[in-house]
């Protein structure tokens, strides 16, 4: 009976912080102060412009990390986000949608565009120097990690999330790797109706 | 009603040898290659991931120690994981163990292989040779075929153009 009445009780407060969880993303009022691009960094885009704190500014923006030699993860993320702009129409355009490589040694500019060009034009890709994209990775909490696989090869570990930041580039939330079509959607037409 | 029936039957048998020949399957000794399939890359990609489910039908222990293709610099043999958002992949420096009896899937979100420096990108219906090299079972040639992933259950259907 005791043991029932934990589980009840286990039960409740797993219900209560998903719903907290939830409610905190769905209600999309609320910023997360500290998290976001520092302005003092220096980064450039696959058309070799620069890019800076200041291009998150004006229209809300989805932002994620990833490298391009990445069989799985970062192009699944970048096809969704195609999708994503697709199915919001003419407010795609209401948004900036970034993609930063944690893997600036093999992701130039000029790689970042070859490998864009598959996918929707409206991502713009964003590279800089180890210690540029260090610094962008810790603006936005984002975890990466350089694993060498032998016979000179590496990949990397890195944090899989999408960042949605408003239009003043504060952290609203995220959407998660994979997340479900519709729900995404959501999130993206929240962000943008602000 | 006889007629019918035969009728159906007939174009259940016709549907079933219309199906593409897309994927085959493979055995090398007590080892099964089924459906080896790897995906669509993009333009500037250099790496892709080969998929494919592998059974011992043997009784003794087996390993997928390595492989080689023309289409890229390296084969390798990864395991990738999730934890907290976060990515990892690893390279299996012992190949991948086959129990006797086993079935093991190499799948999007876990083990797969890992094309590294491809000599161009992999395009939907193109077929990838490769060979396969197991400890006991020895050798075999194989074919991926470059297919879309299915879509994961919720999911969409991804396409790469």
């Known amino acids: 009976m005791v043991r029932r009445g934990l589980w009840i009780a286990a039960a409740l407060v797993v219900a209560a912080v998903a719903g907290y969880v939830v409610y905190d993303m769905r209600a999309n009022t609320s910023t997360v102060p500290g998290i976001g691009m520092p302005a003092d960094v220096r980064l450039t885009d696959h058309r070799g412009r620069p890019f800076t704190a200041a291009d998150l500014k004006g229209k809300p923006t989805a932002i994620f990390f990833g490298f391009t030699y990445c069989p799985e993860i970062c192009p699944t993320t970048l096809l969704d986000m195609g999708a994503r702009l697709q199915a919001l129409g003419d407010d795609a355009d209401k948004l900036n949608v970034v993609f930063v490589t944690i893997d600036p040694e093999r992701d130039t500019p000029r790689q970042l565009a070859a490998y864009l060009s598959s996918f929707d034009p409206r991502i713009r890709g964003v590279s800089g120097t180890p210690e540029q994209i260090g610094k962008m990775a810790k603006g936005f909490r984002v975890y990466y990690r350089k694993v060498e696989t032998g016979g000179g090869e590496y990949t990397m570990d890195h944090s899989t999330a999408v960042y949605l930041m408003d239009a003043k580039g504060r952290f609203v939330g995220p959407i998660g790797y994979q997340e479900p079509a519709d729900r995404a959607v959501a999130s993206l037409k929240r962000l943008i109706a602000g | ?161």
């Open chain 2, 1 to 161: 009603m006889q007629r019918r029936h035969l009728f159906s039957l007939a174009a259940a048998l016709a549907a079933a040898i219309a199906l593409p020949a897309a994927a085959r399957d493979y055995k090398v000794g007590a080892i099964q290659i089924q459906h080896p399939w790897a995906r669509p890359t993009s333009a500037g990609a250099q790496v892709g991931g080969g998929y494919m489910t592998l059974v011992n039908t043997g009784k003794t222990p087996d390993r997928l120690l390595d492989g080689s293709t023309p289409a890229a610099r390296t084969f390798e043999i990864h395991e990738m994981s999730m934890a907290g958002g976060i990515m990892k992949m690893r390279r299996l420096d012992q190949g991948l163990a086959l129990a006797p009896g086993a079935t093991v899937a190499l799948k999007p979100g876990g083990y797969h292989i890992m094309l590294i420096g491809l000599s161009k990108p992999l395009k939907l219906g193109e077929k990838v040779p490769a060979t396969l090299r197991f400890e006991k079972a020895g050798e075999v040639k194989v074919e991926f075929t470059v297919e879309q992933p299915q879509a994961p259950a919720g999911g969409h259907q991804h396409g790469m153009r």
